[in-house]
């Protein structure tokens, strides 16, 4: 239970769900193809009112439009709050650059708290390693920023076994943001952090393949600038066609497809956390109905340091064909990229 209790907010007594974050990186209205705004704005609104208390986001997410976003709504509550957002990706034009030097984190932070509007962060990550830079530098300076009372956890993201092994052995609970989802099985990296990490799996949906979303036919439907024609999933026929085939299995079943892959996902060993990225009302919907079905049929597990939900509970819940479907995933379905 350990894991679950260093990620309560600071309101104790609250009755908050510590395994479902929601993601702002789509929120921020860049890249994930037409936007609108206010539908984003309804998604936290609605998932605050509905007594969702994790927030994911980052400087880097929209040029920071995502955390002005996010900012907002959580004035009102933000000790019940937990804010996690990270540093060391920017952007430079149209380019990803990375700089986790001790200072440039700090200074990422800096801007993270003004368009937070925020005196505090509770998680601030390293979003993705600096290969200019030693990691053990990196963490170093998260460190300094937790004793200096700026953020409260600090955590990492997107690290490999190597890294994890050797950069983490001598730390316990730090949250970790694994890529990982029945197309991108990183099984590696969740066990490697089995013992160290809070694994928080980010896009769970691989970005929108992995639910009845337009865009989950596959590169055909992303607009010009949509920035997953980047994502190779979004290309591969076999992964497409595997798609189509759990997506048939589903209206068969009537059983969700993203219920179906959350489920999945949540009762894989050493799964900590959930990280999906909303950013219309009814996908937020979707996943309330999800902690609906969590709760009335008890399939949280109770012992979180392994995983979210017991796995013989949900393969009694999700129809045989699709839990073998979903075990099996797709034909050259890639383990890094
Ligand atoms: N640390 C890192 O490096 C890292 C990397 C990636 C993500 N993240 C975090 O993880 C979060 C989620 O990842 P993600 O946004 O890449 O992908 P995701 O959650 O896998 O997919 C989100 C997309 O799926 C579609 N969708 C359909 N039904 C949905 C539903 N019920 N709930 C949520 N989405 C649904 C939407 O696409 P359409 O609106 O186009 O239909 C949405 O934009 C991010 O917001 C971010 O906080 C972190």
Redesign the pocket.
């Known amino acids: 239970m350990l894991k679950d209790k260093k990620l309560y907010p600071l309101d104790k007594g609250s009755s908050c769900i510590t395994w479902l974050w929601i ?4 929120m921020g209205g860049e890249g ?2 037409p936007h609108d705004e206010r539908l984003s704005a309804e998604v936290l609104k609605e998932a605050i009112q509905n007594g969702l208390t994790h927030f ?3 400087g880097f ?1 929209a040029h920071g439009r995502s955390e002005t976003l996010l900012s907002r709504f959580i004035r009102k509550k933000r000790n019940s709050l937990f804010i996690s957002t ?1 540093g060391g990706l920017f952007w430079k034009g149209r380019k990803v650059l990375r700089d986790a030097r001790p200072e440039a984190l700090r200074a990422q932070l800096v801007e993270s708290l003004q368009r937070l509007r925020t005196e505090y962060i509770d998680l601030y ?1 390293l ?2 390693p600096d290969p200019n830079v030693p990691i053990r530098e990196s963490i170093d300076a998260l460190k300094r920023l937790k004793e200096e009372g700026l953020i409260r956890y600090w955590g990492v ?2 690290l490999t076994v190597k890294q994890i092994r050797k950069e983490l052995s001598e730390e316990r609970n730090i949250p970790h ?1 694994v ?1 990982f ?1 029945p197309i991108h099985r990183d099984f590696g990296v969740l066990e490697a952090g089995r013992l160290t990490c809070i694994n928080c799996i ?7 393949l ?6 989950s036919r596959g590169v055909s439907a992303l607009t010009k600038r949509d920035h997953r024609r980047r994502n190779p999933y979004f290309h591969k026929t076999e992964v497409l066609q595997w798609i189509k085939r759990l997506k048939e299995l589903s209206e068969k079943t009537g059983f969700s497809l ?1 219920h179906a892959v959350l489920l999945w996902i949540g009762s894989r060993e050493a799964v900590n956390a959930i ?6 009302p009814e ?2 919907r ?2 309330l109905e999800f902690l609906r079905l969590v709760k009335t049929l008890s399939l949280e597990s109770d012992d979180s340091t392994n995983s979210i939900f017991s796995e013989t509970g949900v393969k009694e819940v999700v129809p045989e064909r699709m839990w073998n479907h979903i075990c099996k995933g797709p034909e050259g379905s890639l383990s890094d990229f």
Request: charge should be neutral; hydrophobic fraction near 30%; aromatic fraction near 10%.
């Open positions: 993601g702002t990186w789509s994930f193809g994911d986001t980052a997410y990270k990550q979003h993705w993201g997107n943001q890529h989802n980010v896009s769970p949906l691989e970005q929108g992995l639910s009845n979303s337009l865009v993203v990280v999906p990225g909303p950013r219309r996908q937020l979707e996943l």
